[in-house]
């Protein structure tokens, strides 16, 4: 899916979200993506687990 970003986009991205959000905002922020990708992860992990226990 972004296997096509180049160096321009990823550059065109942060100005944008530092034009939205503001220096202090995008620690906390890229701290919240993080989080909620982290506790997905672990759902994710939970689940493979109790696939595995009932086979």
Known sequence: M???IGTTEIII???VLLL????????????AIG????EFRHAINEDDKSTKSEE
């Open 13 to 15: 991205i942060a100005l």
């Open 35 to 38: 989080q909620s990708v982290k």
């Open 20 to 31: 939205l959000f503001g220096a202090k905002r995008i620690p906390d922020f890229v701290r």
């Open 2 to 4: 972004f296997q096509n």
